[in-house]
């Protein structure tokens, strides 16, 4: 009876698990499942095998739903799960833990099949039953480093590539560049740089071909294989052609001193070329007719060193053997002379030049200009007795008035810049002196860069034509260039202060279209003139040298009675200056003043004697 219970209810259970079959969702353990799962487990204590599947097909669920769980099968295989917006995976060794060991070691009771799947990053093997890559074992052969096969040379990305595909690239694409090897890996393309002495089989030339470190080369009888790095074979024998190893064929550092010990040379000796061939030699003496020195040349002969005279040593210029040519050097080239106050000569012959190319610099290392003179001296004395000048230029002819000592400073032409000398403190403030190439004018500069952007930098001009030919300025730039008609010219500036002027003639400009508010002298401050003080006296000494009486005025007194004609300067102690060309405005009125009083005077005079005359008339009756 138990027995056919047990049966009805297997057959139950059999029922129940068709019936949820039927549905397009199963959960076991909840009561519904996730909309984009096919089953959903809940469970504390066992696990589940999950749905195998290709990438492709794990692509084409629609809408998964976050968690989702899958085993890839193809490319790079492993756990997947959907994370939201993509796919994440395959899961990492610490995620799998459970299922196989990631370090140690992992023993199988049976084959270990892994689906035509790879063990990819394997070591270097040491012992005699470690695995070893494809990679090693072809390196073992001919010297070359043998890499993983690539299927062909291409210009651009194939169109239908599989995961795993190798190919060399003939032409830039996809952000790889010419000689680089593309791997696909089933989604995108990844690139590597080939090192020299790699080779790979391409299946579809079906020949080899090794990278001599810029380019890859096919095997052919016909090429010559050169290589960046050194070339080792064990294990085999590399032929050589008739031609054997040409000098052009040996790299620098080729040869090694344990190859030339190998011709067993005693301590002194040299390696010398007998005519036929190379030998150690003993040989003491000889004439060297070129050397290249790279830290020094050492010369040793025993326990003493002897002397190296090296005469007139022709420098040959592409095997034309002629006497011409080029010292380079690998790094700095110094000449220095030896001795006592020995010096360094270069002497062109003929009329041939000494040339000295790039930035030149004369007591300092470090030039920064092309011609660059620095010293560090304090001026004493006679500059042509010692050193303390920068530059000297001295003409030591002194029988021709044709001996000119000349510095030139010249630029191009009108369309160049501006020729011109500065001196400066630190490129801080200074002063220069130039030619303004576009009016043709020399120009002493208040800037040391001579800035001609304003006129107030113009401090003193000069001009090789026209009536201004020395002009000043003010502090602001001004300069008054008025010249009456039938004058000759000279200097122009806008005010002036000297001791003392000595001229022929001297006039002031007075034309009634440069004036305004012009209004005659009243009577009542022509009455004032005869307040004035005229007074004698001699300059300070410490002020003006001329030592002769002087006649004039105050200006502190004339400016109580005429404030106007007095000037009260910006200087420490206010010096105070007086406008005597105003002065003789007012002697003109004092004149005209005085003029119409005698005629007044006279006019009485006249009618007194008239009545004089008619008072004696009257008394003596004549």
Known sequence: MKKQLSKFWFIGLIVIFLSVNLHAQTAIGVESAEGSARLELSSSSKGFLMPRMTQSQRNAILSPSNGLLVFQTDNTSGFYYYQGSAWTGPLTSTEVDGLIKSNGISVFSASLNLGNNKISNVGEPSGANDIATKAYTDGLSGGLLWRESVLNLVSSAPSTPSSGDRYILSASWGGGTVGQIATYNGSNWSFSTPSAKDAVFVTIPSNGYVYNGTQWLEFNSGTIYSFTGGLTNSGNTISLSAQGIQTNHIANGAITAAKINSMSPSSGQLLVFNGTSWAPSSANSGTVTSMTGGTGISVSNGSTTPTVNIGTVGLSAGGTNSNTGSITGTSALAFAASGTNNSVTMTPSGSGYTILNGKVGLGVSSPTTRLHIQNSNTYSGNPS??????????????????????????????SSGNPY???????????????????????????????????????????????????????????KTNWPSGWGGGL??????????????????????????????????????????????????????????????????????????????????????????????????????????????????????????????ALTGK
């Open 421 to 479: 000398l500065s001196w400066d403190l630190n490129m801080v403030k200074g002063n220069s002196i130039g030619i303004d190439n576009s009016t043709d004018r020399l120009i002493i500069n208040g800037s040391w860069d001579f800035n001609l952007s304003s006129n107030s930098y113009k401090l003193v001009q000069f001009n090789t034509s026209g009536q201004s030919r020395v002009l000043i300025t003010d502090v602001s730039g001004n300069i």
């Open 385 to 414: 007795s010692n050193d303390a000048p920068t530059l000297q230029i001295f003409n030591t002819n002194n029988t021709s008035t044709s001996a000119n000592s000349m510095m030139c400073i010249r630029t191009a032409g009108n």
């Open 492 to 617: 122009c500036t806008w005010d002036l202060s000297v001791s003392g002027i000595y001229y022929s003639v001297l006039t002031s400009m007075s034309d009634l279209r440069l004036k305004n508010t012009v209004r005659v002298i009243s009577n009542e401050l022509a009455n004032k003139y005869m307040q004035l003080n005229p007074v004698t006296y001699y300059w300070n000494e410490d002020i003006f040298k001329v030592r002769q009486l002087n006649y004039g005025f105050i200006s502190q007194e004339v400016e109580e009675i005429f404030p106007d004609m007095v000037l009260t300067a910006t200087d420490e102690m206010q010096t105070k200056s007086m406008n005597y060309q105003s002065m003789l405005a007012m002697h003109v009125k004092m004149i005209q003043k005085h003029n119409a009083d005698l005629t007044t005077l006279k006019e009485i005079n006249q009618k007194q004697e008239q009545e004089i005359q008619e008072l004696k008339r």
